[in-house]
């Protein structure tokens, strides 16, 4: 059976720092498009940042570019999202994707089932 599976969330304090991982059961991330997406309560689930195959170009939503990094492990076949100087309006459900436009953010693919991310001081 096919699909993604996220791991990392947690708590963490303003400024802080987590590290979210995506790995894919059944196939490998390496020569998929992959995306960091994430949702609150009430509204619609936005894309966070998005890295393609196979030399690893990058796009981030303008409220993240600078503090979170997208980027591969090509020996796990896994894709990480390294959230730094975390803030109150990061606090939501993470979702990992396959088959996403990294520019409209449109996705087609697979989804995980979510990590929770939570910021409190």
């Known amino acids: 059976q096919v699909k993604l599976v996220e791991s990392g969330g947690g708590v963490a304090r303003p400024g802080e720092s987590l590290r979210l991982s995506c790995v894919g059961s059944g196939f490998s991330l390496n020569y998929n498009i992959v995306a960091w997406f994430r949702q609150v309560p009430g509204k619609e689930r936005e894309g966070v940042a998005c890295?393609?195959?196979?030399?690893?170009?990058?796009n981030y939503a303008p409220s993240v570019k600078g503090r979170f990094t997208i980027s591969r492990d090509k020996t796990a076949g896994s894709v990480f999202l390294q959230m730094n100087m975390v803030n109150p309006e990061d606090p939501a459900i993470y979702y990992c994707a396959t088959g996403v436009d990294c520019t409209s953010w449109k996705q087609w693919g697979y989804w995980g089932q979510g990590t929770r991310v939570t910021v409190s001081s």
């Open positions: 890295i393609k195959p196979p030399v690893g170009e990058t």
